[in-house]
């Protein structure tokens, strides 16, 4: 993996090259960097006042598809901020078995469990093409010294992703297993509206497998579950295309009705979509 020095004067005007209005950052010598004002826009929080946040550039770096960015006892020496794509952490036991922890996507840190022991305790794999942006940990300590704001900030930062873990335990030990795949698509809605994208339409870049280890469930349940929200109308599923029809439903619900009720329900939302759809062509018949 390429070097994670990613700290660094600002080279002059005349030298850089500033990166298309999508793209955060500015080129240098062909890769691109971000400032300490970006850094903390993307983990939506305050850049320190007291530093000149154009004086201090951070590398980013790309991983495609399927790729380690750390593994499990590797060196720790960078945290990570997710600029772009989506990831999978997880825990791997001696017999190969995977336990997944979280699913970091635009504006999450990764690496904070090598703080401790000083070497990663989880691995981090590309779900897609990423962008990272890297923070040294020995960079970051030393601004921290200086400018004790920026300090507190990132500790908060670390406490944010510390909060979301112990809610997804307490999730895991409360709910049932549907209630756990409807706070799951509801939560994963809510992040893509955060980054700007559809809440109602995404794609899952994760496979079911992995929501199931997520969510401390089989392939079979996740599986089963989506087509029981697709039948009663709460979702619709197209492979890995997910549709939010009903989020209020989703967030309150807490198990599925039996198969025979479920039957009614679906019957009953197909008979009011035939008639609104009924009415939408008695409107235009009227119209024309």
């Not at 209005?21 to 320190?48: F, Y």
């Not at 022991?117 to 897609?128: D, G, I, K, P, W």
């Not at 996740?222 to 709460?234: H, P, Q």
Request: net charge neutral; proline share 2%.
């Amino acid at each position: 993996m390429m070097s994670t020095q990613t700290s660094e004067p600002r080279p002059n005007s005349s030298s850089t090259m500033h990166s298309s209005p999508m793209e955060a950052g500015r080129q240098r010598q062909g890769r691109l960097w971000s400032n300490l004002k970006e850094v903390c826009d993307l983990l939506h929080i305050t850049a320190a006042v007291s530093v000149n946040t154009e004086e201090l550039l951070f590398q980013h770096v790309q991983f495609k598809t399927g790729q380690r960015v750390h593994t499990i006892g590797q060196a720790f020496d960078t945290l990570y901020i997710v600029n772009s794509g989506f990831l999978k952490t997880v825990l791997i036991d001696e017999f190969g078995n995977e336990q997944v922890l979280s699913f970091p996507m635009k504006g999450d840190m990764l690496g904070v469990d090598g703080i401790h022991t000083r070497h990663y305790a989880s691995e981090a794999v590309a779900l897609s093409d990423c962008d990272l942006i890297l923070l040294p940990f020995k960079k970051l300590t030393a601004l921290g010294r200086v400018h004790l704001e920026l300090e507190n900030v990132m500790y908060g930062v670390m406490s944010r992703e510390l909060v979301r873990e112990q809610a997804m335990i307490g999730m895991l030990g409360a709910l049932s297993a549907e209630a756990r795949v409807a706070r799951f698509l509801v939560s994963l809605a809510d992040r893509f509206a955060a980054m700007g994208y559809s809440s109602k339409l995404f794609n899952l870049r994760m496979t079911r497998h992995e929501i199931g280890s997520y969510l401390g469930l089989t392939l079979e349940t996740v599986s089963r579950t989506l087509s029981a929200f697709n039948e009663i109308g709460l979702i619709t599923v197209d492979q890995r295309t997910i549709g939010i029809k009903d989020a209020e439903a989703l967030k309150t619900l807490r198990r599925l009705p039996p198969s025979r009720s479920r039957a009614k329900q679906t019957n009953a939302a197909k008979l009011k979509a035939e008639q609104e759809a009924a009415g939408d062509d008695q409107v235009l018949a009227t119209t024309i």
